[in-house]
């Protein structure tokens, strides 16, 4: 699970050199005043959020989860640790709260706007900021937790530092290997 965060920093300053690249170039892509203003603004918040998740992840690294909440942990099954992942990138989101919502913001704006220019660049760069920000394995780690008993899902929550980024792979390993 350490792997995909990785990648995921990769893509983000592969994605942030393109937009640098595209901000410094002399000749114009656009034709539309709109969409040139929305593709900065889209780079500027995707550089703001690129740095916040970066600090978050660093935060996570350095936070493990107290002996007792592991000894609370170790009281769930091994099946609990997908739901665990869930909770993860859930305090990453809240860490990158406001940097994600203005990200989230420009982009469907931008994704509105260039609905009636077509313009295939500014589409190919909002789908190549979608693979990176989303993931359909939040979406099996979300539907895991919410497949778990109440009183899984109510220990859990009652887990000392679970509300903030934590490192989930050394919770993991204390809690079941």
């Not at 550089?47 to 769930?76: G, P, R, W, Y």
């Not at 589409?123 to 993931?135: A, G, N, P, R, V």
Request: proline share 3%; hydrophobic share 40%; net charge negative.
């Amino acid at each position: 699970m350490e792997i995909r965060p990785l990648w995921l920093q990769r893509k983000m300053k592969i994605l942030t050199i393109l937009f640098f690249i595209l901000t410094i170039s002399p000749s114009k892509v656009f034709a539309d005043e709109y969409l040139d203003f929305g593709m900065d603004l889209l780079s500027d918040k995707f550089t703001a959020f690129e740095v916040k998740h970066d600090k978050c992840l660093t935060m996570s690294k350095m936070n493990q989860l107290s002996d007792s909440s592991i000894v609370t942990l170790k009281q769930l099954p091994i099946s609990v640790g997908e739901a665990l992942g869930y909770l993860h990138l859930k305090a990453m989101r809240m860490c990158v709260g406001d940097e994600y919502t203005e990200l989230l913001q420009v982009l469907l704006d931008l994704e509105n706007e260039n609905k009636t220019k077509q313009n295939t660049f500014v589409t190919q760069e909002i789908d190549k900021i979608k693979l990176l920000i989303f993931s359909t394995s939040e979406l099996r780690a979300q539907k895991q937790y919410d497949s778990l008993p109440v009183e899984y899902k109510n220990k859990l929550q009652r887990v000392e530092g679970i509300h903030q980024p934590f490192d989930m792979i050394n919770a993991f390993e204390r809690a079941w290997l």
